[in-house]
């Protein structure tokens, strides 16, 4: 069967489940369809571990809390697996794992927003803008990077980081948390960090978003000031490139930051949360970074959940992009080269770490989710289920596949 067949049955089964769930009525209860209703999901928060498998959870699990321990993404109600294959390789890279969560279409590694034939996707974020939402991205790595990029910006390139700079803001993110100074800056100019930006075009972002509304922080100290009643539209650049660790802000502190804020608007909101080094430590085989920064991320979800126990219609989903590495994690050594270990637990345990690669890999990536239509989540999918489960939870009915104008964003 051809690809575009495949899509159009995999959306018209989509939207006879949630329309076979919303004709639900149990005994003594009023028909679900009301329920619904009035219990989607206001608020959506996406929490994506970059390179973050069941190795990498496994580790951080008993680093922090033995054998029997959990991490915060380990008590979310539901709990799942999503396949990450591309549209071109069985292993995928960020950018068109990203794509696929934000739009529910497979595409290309390296494309960002975009199908394999290079037309423009709206994206999850843009279709929670259209409605009325507020919208953020957080990451640890530049925000121009491809995974906070595939949710608001579309170029057949990932590379293309000037205009990625320039889609996030003429989309209307309204907030913007992490690294990546430099992609908002002239050649000519030095901002807050050492290196001279990188854009050709002669063009400031910074100032231009500031011009528009935006309130800007690039450290700390300014970051630690701000007025969450007072701001609305914030963008907060804390690195050139991706933030240096020990991070700071750190990605829980950036996370609770965007929540205060979003959460002000009546409508909800939207927020996408990259633990972005996590693969970066496991491209290098770094373990010990990988389960710190595996743990960083842990805090930022422990962030959203706290946040929804005090507004129960926020539907919390916790991912990846794609596994890093190929970690395997063992009570037992191996004997194996380049075993890292022993790490401690603290129970009196010890764990040891091989890896059977430098590169992404084809292993299917945990999800964990609680909210609205959470259930959603438990099984095996595709992962571009992810974007059908949160406009299931968001009431977003009206969904279709939405090809937009390839003028709608300019990349020249």
Known sequence: MPKAGRNSIRYFVAIVVIFSLSRVVHAGEEP?????????????????????????????????????????????????????????????????SATAMATGVKTNNGVIGMDPEN?????????AKMHGKSVG???????????????????????????????????????????????????STIGCYPGSGKRTDGRDLIEEAISTGYTYVCDTDGFSALNTVETSRLIGLFADEGLQRPYTPSLEQMTEMAIAILSQDPDGFFLMVEGGQIDWACHTQDAENAIGDTLEFDRAVARAVEFAQTEPRTLVIVTADHETGGMNVSENPSGLPGEDGPFSMPD????????????????????????????????????????????????FADFNRVFLPLSFHSYE
């Open 348 to 395: 009196g345990g010890q764990f040891y770490i091989n890896w059977t690669t430098v590169s992404h890999t084809s292993a299917p990536v945990p999800v964990s989710a609680q909210g609205p239509a959470a259930d959603l989540a438990i099984g095996e999918y595709e992962n571009t289920y992810i974007y059908d489960i949160v406009l299931a939870s968001a009431g």
């Open 32 to 96: 679900l369809a009301d329920t619904l209703i009035h219990d989607n999901a206001r608020n959506i928060i996406l929490l994506i571990g970059d390179g973050m498998g069941e190795g990498q959870r496994s580790a951080a699990r008993w680093y922090s809390g033995g054998l029997d321990g959990e991490l915060a993404m380990d008590q979310l109600s539901a709990q799942g697996l999503a396949n990450t294959a591309s549209a071109d390789n069985l292993i995928t890279d960020s950018a068109a």
């Open 137 to 187: 991205l957080v990451t640890t790595v530049q925000v121009t990077h491809a995974t906070p990029a595939a949710f608001s910006a579309h170029v057949p390139s990932r590379s293309m980081t000037d205009a990625i700079a320039l889609q996030l803001l003429s989309s209307g993110v309204d907030i913007i948390l992490g690294g990546g100074e430099d992609d908002f800056l002239p050649n």
């Open 119 to 127: 037309r423009v996707l709206e994206t999850i974020l843009e279709r």
